[in-house]
């Protein structure tokens, strides 16, 4: 069996795949509400410790005695922080008649931009202020665990049924958070939304993948990524408007519901059905697609696509460590998906820090995925994969880097504040471009025996550096004064430069026969590969993966 034959047939990307490839990734622009959401459910408003004995203390001044209690009680922050207060401590007079400080356990926040968040609720601040990358690691790490769980559900019982099944605990999950009880509950429930996540997105990636016909699936993975670029802005979009985080939670959750209708809207994927010996559904779909794209299948047709050929030979992600120049590109490859991960999540959870508007801030640094998208398509065929994949890499770090002088020399400034943005930005555009290039080139590089256990690894090894990017952005929480603002800046950078440095080793794709054997990945790159003509090719890059949303 063949399925380009039904690619030939029914054409590559007739109205049918069209339909499959336009709706199908609206399930990445749900993921783009929820991914960051608690940038804004979690984001930390100023506050101060609240006064003893004032049942209604607030965070902005009340009257002239409050401000006389306020100054007596509440220390001044540091000249070189960004707030009015101390935020954790509490002056009070000891029996001597010294002024003395001694932490406190309540506080008042401001009002002025966000009318609630969770982390206030909860009180995710001073020694607890670790609560929130706590909280945001869950969600990775439900991530993590989900992306090695999901494949094989979505192999073993369908992409149909892994997708309705996953979107209904992905929207519980994710509605019921409006209404939790406590930090222990939320983290469950926030680890079955990353969980769940995977399963509502990936199997549709991988049915687009396997609708169209090769020469198109390029596009197919790019509509998911504007897809998810169209959440990410619709979120940001919602936080304005919404400045009460459990409201903004309901309307943010409520379209997964949706997704419901598609087990009687949305086909399973013919070729998985196939491979599952369920030919007359097969059959059903692939003649309904032709009727879709006005085409006629000839007599027979079936009798050749539904023939057995043989299985290509089979390796394991070890045997890519037997050879040091092999596993030494491998590890570089790991590194770059591990260093973009964290940067790309990093820089956009970090963005409310970087002075100005917070919304501006999340506005543009979502909006950084657009040219940088669009640079990939208009680059790719022109420069190749290695170059734009060392340029993102090193174009981000040093847009990152770059905002250690502005951050710590250039104070509360905003001509400062302004260049400290913009350097950010450029962070972020590379990157964006990083991320896209890591699907693209993994891809290519990956010998054909593991190329899907290769895709794998470095999906886990990206996963890890979205558990560790809560943690490096909230680092200026842990660190004081001007230092501490800049030092995520300068994990981001210095993790992104050392990525696009040690890029520099690894070979060129484009244009290149693809690896299928270990063997061939080895000399991948040194010289031309040469293949036998009874080895079993099945050289598919992009079979189940192409240049993806940042998912």
């Known amino acids: 069996m063949h399925f380009d034959l039904v690619y030939e047939e029914i054409g590559e990307f007739g109205p049918f795949q069209k339909y499959i490839v336009l709706v199908g990734p609206l399930t990445s622009f749900y993921a783009g509400l929820l991914f960051v959401s608690t940038f804004f459910t979690l984001a930390i408003p100023d506050h101060r410790c609240a006064l003893p004995g004032w049942a209604n203390d607030t965070y902005s001044i009340q009257s002239l005695a409050h401000f006389e209690a306020v100054n007596s009680s509440i220390p001044p922050a540091d000249a070189d922080e960004k707030y009015i207060y101390d935020q954790c401590n509490l002056r009070y007079t000891d029996a001597d008649g010294n002024k003395r400080l001694r932490p406190c356990h309540a506080w008042v926040y401001d009002k002025s931009i966000f009318q609630s968040t969770l982390a206030a609720d909860l009180n995710m601040v001073c020694d607890q202020s670790l609560m929130k990358s706590n909280a945001q690691m869950t969600f990775f790490g439900g991530l993590l665990v989900g992306s090695l769980m999901t494949g094989v559900a979505s192999d073993r019982y369908g992409r149909k049924r892994t997708l309705v099944i996953s979107s209904i605990f992905y929207f519980v999950a994710a509605l019921s958070i409006a209404w939790t009880p406590g930090f222990i509950v939320y983290l469950i429930q926030t680890f079955c939304v990353g969980f769940f996540?995977?399963?509502?997105?990936?199997?549709?990636?991988?049915?687009?993948?396997?609708?169209?016909?090769?020469?198109?699936?390029?596009?197919?993975?790019?509509?998911?990524?504007?897809?998810?670029?169209?959440?990410?802005?619709?979120?940001?979009?919602?936080?304005?408007?919404?400045?009460?985080?459990?409201?903004?939670?309901?309307?943010?959750?409520?379209?997964?519901?949706?997704?419901?209708?598609?087990?009687?809207?949305?086909?399973?994927?013919?070729?998985?059905?196939?491979?599952?010996?369920?030919?007359?559904?097969?059959?059903?779909?692939?003649?309904?697609?032709?009727?879709?794209?006005?085409?006629?299948?000839?007599?027979g047709f079936f009798l050749k696509v539904f023939q057995t050929t043989p299985e290509p030979n089979q390796a394991q992600i070890w045997h890519l460590f037997r050879n040091r120049t092999l596993g030494l590109r491998t590890l570089i490859v790991f590194f770059n998906w591990f260093a973009v991960c964290l940067a790309y999540y990093g820089l956009t959870l970090n963005s409310g820090d970087l002075g100005g508007d917070l919304y501006v801030n999340f506005f543009l640094t979502t909006l950084m995925d657009l040219p940088a998208s669009l640079a990939c398509i208009l680059l790719l065929e022109r420069t190749g994969r290695k170059p734009l994949l060392v340029g993102g890499m090193i174009t981000g770090g040093v847009g990152c880097l770059s905002t250690v002088f502005t951050i710590i020399y250039g104070g509360k400034d905003p001509e400062y504040e302004t260049a400290t943005r913009i350097l950010a930005l450029i962070g972020k555009f590379g990157a964006s471009v990083g991320f896209t290039m890591a699907y693209m080139y993994s891809g290519e590089f990956f010998p054909t025996v593991v190329r899907n256990a290769g895709m794998g690894s470095s999906s886990c090894m990206a996963r890890v550096g979205?558990?560790?990017?809560?943690?490096?952005?909230?680092?200026?929480?842990?660190?004081?004064?001007?230092?501490?603002?800049?030092?995520?800046?300068?994990?981001?950078?210095?993790?992104?430069?050392?990525?696009?440095?040690?890029?520099?080793?690894?070979?060129?794709?484009?244009?290149?026969?693809?690896?299928?054997?270990?063997?061939?990945?080895?000399?991948?790159?040194?010289?031309?590969?040469?293949?036998?003509?009874?080895?079993?090719?099945?050289?598919?890059?992009?079979?189940?993966?192409?240049?993806?949303?940042?998912?």
């Open 197 to 299: 996540s995977v399963g509502n997105f990936m199997p549709v990636y991988v049915l687009c993948m396997e609708f169209v016909g090769p020469s198109y699936r390029r596009i197919a993975g790019l509509i998911g990524g504007f897809h998810w670029l169209f959440g990410n802005l619709a979120l940001g979009a919602l936080g304005y408007g919404i400045r009460d985080w459990v409201t903004l939670q309901i309307v943010t959750a409520s379209p997964g519901i949706l997704f419901q209708l598609w087990w009687w809207f949305f086909p399973e994927s013919p070729r998985w059905l196939f491979m599952q010996g369920r030919l007359a559904e097969s059959e059903a779909i692939i003649r309904k697609a032709a009727r879709w794209n006005k085409t006629s299948l000839p007599d």
């Open 466 to 551: 979205g558990i560790l990017a809560p943690y490096i952005a909230d680092l200026d929480r842990l660190v004081g004064g001007s230092f501490g603002h800049a030092l995520p800046q300068i994990v981001f950078g210095a993790l992104s430069l050392t990525a696009g440095i040690l890029a520099l080793y690894l070979p060129e794709t484009r244009g290149r026969k693809l690896p299928e054997t270990i063997e061939q990945g080895i000399k991948f790159g040194s010289e031309e590969i040469e293949y036998s003509p009874k080895e079993a090719i099945v050289n598919q890059a992009f079979d189940g993966q192409e240049e993806n949303t940042k998912l």
